[in-house]
């Protein structure tokens, strides 16, 4: 019985698991949508999986299946993607069948696409008959006919095109070499032209193309071209660094024109500006080349059969006239003086703002034109030659009036009995500022600030206010401190603390605490023996910190009354009676109150400070282990902590 059931379970086994192998076998062959085309395309399939590569086979809307085993359609391989190229895709409904059973989340992407053209060979050589023959190739994957196009250009120093003129299309097969001869009658005589190929082809609304500059130069001919024009008017303007061409006076009947601007040394085939001007259009603005010493200006005309006309060229040199304006930008001056320099008599015109002189320049010299108060815009126009105008701009801010410079408060002649006084008013902004020879800062609406260390007796203060344009406005005030007979020094409450008389009493209490701590040592030595030197150590330092603290204490509540009754002054009727009377009085007890309250802060960290020294030394009385090092901590300490009362007094006074 046991063996049949043994067998029972073993035949469900197995049908169980062939039954799995059925349904995963099934389970990994999927079949979906590629895409659905409306018209004809070339189409790409991007193939993503995450694991391993699936095989996969696309079937066609006619039931034709693509494969890379089949070889009926092109493959390339990125990472975790596969791409399979799908030329001519028919319209309708494409399908993609493949196996994920390795492969993970398979995703798919389809798009059209285009093989590209490119030109492999193109090279010229000058021809007879003012001609130009060109031989080209252009390759396709494919036997294709592309369209061409054919034109003349100009370049830059860098290569970039600067004009542009067409002078064949046509079509031609990809893959063969292909020899044109091309007429240049169409163009203006020109040395420096170079052939420029560009190729395209279109393919189910996706087009491709490729462009290419021949090595080497040609030149065309003038033939039977029209003559040239008879002239151009020329204005430089040096200010704007631009170059004006005007021809409306020698217009011709045309079809467009073509100006150029280039550096006389320059090469001719590398115009700084060339540019086509429609018929109707008269003018051009081109850049003036930068360190030029002469530029040339090229004219022509192209007529609607095509043929260009003679070049009409002109060289002017930039030397024939220098011009500079010798007065600041800034003056308070009522005349402009601007220097000059011809190579031969030159008639000239300045206008100054509304205002126009006429002037006769020659030789080299100077001449001087009236300046309207404010600001005056100075355009010098000379007439070089008939069709030439040189351009110079200035600008120049006349001002004659002395700025404005007003003190808050009659100083001269008063007494005052701190070491320091606010000198305080205002001028106009843009002034520079000087106080007894020193500059000193002034705010964006001109006023100032200025706190002057006065001696003992007479001060002499002088300030000095001057405008851009160098204008001036002085003033002269003499101040005393103390009495003006006596000249001897007073020094009230508020002025030990704020004026300076800080670093004496911190001496003199130190001398104080040090006379103490020798007392106090002296008074312990008597009793050395009995508790031994390091407890009498101990014990007179501890007494002598808490008899400073005690000290430092009383001085904090000291400077906690000063500096609450120096705020109640400040906050208070006082103040604004002193400020109507003085500026200078109510400064100092600004200043005062600030003194006070760093007082406060001082005294309140030495106090501090001297408590936890007085615990330290207690604490190492009552520790008998380790007595070296823990002397070596208190001296440490002792030492890190006056020289943190200094430094903290630094911070806050000096």
């Known amino acids: 019985m046991k063996k049949l059931k043994k067998i029972f379970i073993g035949c469900l086994l197995l049908v169980f698991l062939i039954g799995g192998n059925v349904f995963t076998s099934r389970a990994r062959e999927v079949t979906e949508t590629l895409m659905e085309l409306s018209e004809p395309a070339d189409m790409v399939a991007w193939i993503f999986y995450e694991e391993q590569e699936p095989e996969v086979v696309v079937t066609g809307p006619d039931g034709t299946e693509y494969s890379e085993k089949l070889g009926n359609v092109q493959v390339k391989r990125g990472e975790s993607s596969v791409y399979l190229y799908i030329p001519d895709a028919q319209p309708g409904r494409w399908t993609i069948r493949y196996d994920n059973q390795n492969s993970g989340n398979v995703r798919f992407v389809c798009s059209p696409y285009t093989e590209s053209i490119s030109i492999s060979s193109f090279t010229i050589e000058q021809a007879q008959n003012n001609q130009v023959r060109a031989v080209f190739q252009a390759d396709f994957p494919s036997q ?19 004009g542009k003129r067409q002078l064949e299309t046509g079509t031609a097969p990809s893959g063969q070499p292909v020899e044109r001869l091309i007429s240049l009658n169409r163009l203006p005589a020109y040395e420096g032209y170079r052939l420029q190929l560009e190729v395209w082809y279109k393919k189910y609304d996706l087009e491709t193309g490729d462009s290419k500059i021949a090595d080497g130069t040609f030149s065309a001919e ?20 631009l170059v004006y061409l005007d021809w409306e006076e020698y217009r011709v009947s045309c079809d467009h024109y073509v100006a150029a601007v280039r550096d006389s040394a320059g090469p001719e085939e590398e115009p700084d500006e060339y540019r ?20 040339t200006v090229e004219l022509t005309y192209v007529q609607t059969d095509g043929n260009a006309s003679e070049t009409y060229r002109r060289e002017i040199p930039l030397n024939q006239m220098e011009c500079s304006l010798r007065t600041p930008e800034n003056t308070a001056s009522a005349q402009a003086e601007i220097s000059y ?16 002189q006429s002037l006769n320049l020659e030789g080299e010299g100077q001449f001087s034109t009236a300046l309207e108060e404010g600001r005056n815009q100075l355009v010098l126009t000379a007439e070089v030659d008939e069709m030439t105008d040189f351009v110079y701009r200035f600008q120049v801010y006349s001002d004659r009036i002395a700025p404005i410079l007003r003190l808050y408060e009659d100083i001269d002649g008063i007494t005052v009995d701190s070491a320091k006084f606010l000198l305080t008013g205002e001028t106009e902004s843009g002034c520079r500022l000087m106080v007894n020879g020193q500059e000193q800062p002034l705010g964006e609406d001109g006023v100032f600030r200025v706190e002057l260390s006065l001696k003992n007796g007479e001060n002499t203060i002088e300030i000095q206010a001057t405008d851009p344009s160098g204008n001036q406005t002085r003033q002269q005030a003499v101040l005393f401190r103390g009495t003006p007979e006596e000249a001897k020094e007073t020094v009230s409450g508020a002025a030990v603390i704020a004026g300076g008389y800080g670093p004496l009493l911190l001496t003199a209490w130190l001398s104080v605490m040090a006379a103490l701590l020798a007392l106090i040592g002296f008074m312990a030595a008597g009793n ?28 904090f509540g000291w400077f906690f009354l000063q500096a609450h009754e120096a705020r109640d002054a400040v906050s208070g009727e006082a103040f604004l009676e002193a400020a109507q009377a003085s500026v200078s009085q109510a400064y100092d007890l600004v200043k005062a109150a600030e003194k006070y309250e760093k007082w406060l802060l001082l005294m309140g960290a030495l106090t501090v400070l001297l408590l936890i020294w007085a615990v330290m030394a207690q604490i190492l009385k009552m520790t008998t282990k380790k007595r070296i090092l823990a002397l070596m901590i208190q001296l440490f300490l002792i030492g890190a902590g006056i020289l943190a009362v200094y430094w903290f007094y630094g911070v806050l006074f000096w």
């Open 144 to 162: 294709v006919n592309y369209s061409y196009e054919i034109s003349a250009v100009l370049t830059d120093g860098n290569g970039n095109t600067t």
């Open 222 to 241: 003038a033939g039977h071209q029209p003559e040239a024009m008879k002239g151009v008017q020329v204005e430089i303007d040096f200010d704007k660094k």
């Open 276 to 295: 086509e001007v429609e018929n109707g259009e008269y003018q051009m603005t081109a850049g003036l080349p930068e360190n030029a010493s002469s530029i």
């Open 341 to 356: 320099r011809t190579q031969k008599q030159i008639l000239a015109r300045i206008q100054i703002n509304d205002r126009v």
């Open 528 to 555: 050395r023996e009995k508790r031994g030197s390091f407890d009498t150590a101990l014990a007179t330092a501890r007494n002598l910190f808490l008899f400073m603290a005690a000290a430092a204490g009383a001085a």
